[in-house]
């Protein structure tokens, strides 16, 4: 029996997911030993290591043993689909199972090839099953938020040297991203306007910090970057949810394009560092609050290269210091030619 739980600081209001069984992983993740991150399940021929497929994809162009892009339930999920919600007190802490969903998608079955040399039909078809899932994920009105991140590399927290995203359905919306939705909200109430589409409209006007557009999207760097050469990768255009955002695959391959170049960019800019890639949106069914959510933050991505540590004032504190300003990285990578 899986042991482990979900507790919530009463302090800092986030929750912490117990894990008791992911020891061994996140050791080898603090090590520097890469002969472990060289082991490659999700490779064609070891479809056995990982188990049921949920969806599969089969692209003939660049199939592989029957595949493209697979996703299943995460070998060792740190949330479990079939744990009920049993939300409870112990004194003044909240506590519940480890309800929710834990999927891998494996991107594409070719080895020892890093995601911006994959086709753009190839990243289109990944985005397509992302957005499959989380249309599917969520049906369960036990979740309340999905998150879709890519940790690519040791230094990001990657445990398989190959190309795979990870997506997690939490009974609850993690309070950073509760802060973006109120900060949102409150922008909505006091202008009656989204308050990402209000930063896109100026960073397309003052040009200082884009990194790469097209029709539907644009790359930047945030005003206020807390890591170097940090990028937000937005839609021009206001879409709530990034699986009915996009309902068209053309507009698949617009998001492939720009996310492609941006990855592009930050590999030969900075010899190939690891990074997180991180896709935000709104909650899900939140009831009568999910209209205004809506209309008050559309989605975007984050893409965040690690180069630097985080020193104890962003631990603790949320406050983070970068050496980079954002127009003189958003200068360097626009420099960056394909």
């Not at 800092?12 to 002969?35: D, R």
């Not at 690690?306 to 200068?331: C, F, H, Q, R």
Request: hydrophobic share 40%.
């Amino acid at each position: 029996m899986i042991k482990g739980c979900l507790r919530r600081d009463p302090l800092n209001k986030y929750w912490v997911i117990f894990a008791p069984e992911k020891v061994s992983t996140i050791i080898k993740q603090s090590s520097e030993q890469e002969a472990d991150f060289d082991l490659n399940p999700y490779a064609p021929g070891f479809e056995f290591a990982t188990g049921r497929d949920i969806l599969r994809k089969i692209n003939p162009a660049y199939a592989d043993q029957n595949w493209s892009v697979r996703v299943f339930p995460a070998k060792k999920p740190v949330l479990l689909i079939e744990s009920e919600v049993n939300f409870k007190g112990k004194g003044l802490y909240d506590v519940m199972e480890r309800l929710g969903a834990h999927e891998v998608v494996v991107e594409t079955p070719r080895q020892n090839i890093y995601f911006d040399q994959l086709s753009i039909e190839e990243i289109a078809d990944v985005l397509n099953v992302v957005r499959e899932r989380i249309g599917d994920l969520k049906k369960d009105t036990r979740f309340r938020y999905v998150m879709v991140s890519k940790n690519r590399g040791l230094a990001a927290g990657g445990t398989i040297n190959h190309n795979y995203s990870e997506i997690k359905a939490y009974p609850f919306v993690p309070p950073l991203v509760q802060a973006r939705i109120d900060n949102a909200v409150a922008y909505y109430n006091l202008k009656e306007r989204c308050l990402l589409c209000d930063i896109v409209d100026q960073e397309l006007e003052s040009k200082e910090r884009i990194v790469a557009k097209n029709d539907f999207f644009v790359a930047f760097c945030p005003y206020a970057s807390r890591f170097p050469f940090e990028i937000m990768i937005s839609p021009r255009k206001h879409g709530s949810v990034f699986n009915t955002a996009l309902s068209d695959f053309d507009i698949d391959k617009e998001l492939a394009k720009i996310l492609r170049l941006v990855l592009l960019k930050i590999r030969k800019a900075l010899k190939a560092p690891a990074y997180n890639c991180v896709f935000h949106y709104p909650p899900v069914n939140s009831g009568e609050k999910e209209l205004i959510e809506s209309k008050a933050l559309h989605w975007y991505i984050s893409i965040i290269p690690k180069i630097t540590n985080m020193m104890s004032d962003a631990l603790e504190g949320g406050v983070y210091t970068n050496p980079t300003l954002p127009e003189e990285a958003a200068e360097f990578l626009k420099n960056i030619i394909e």
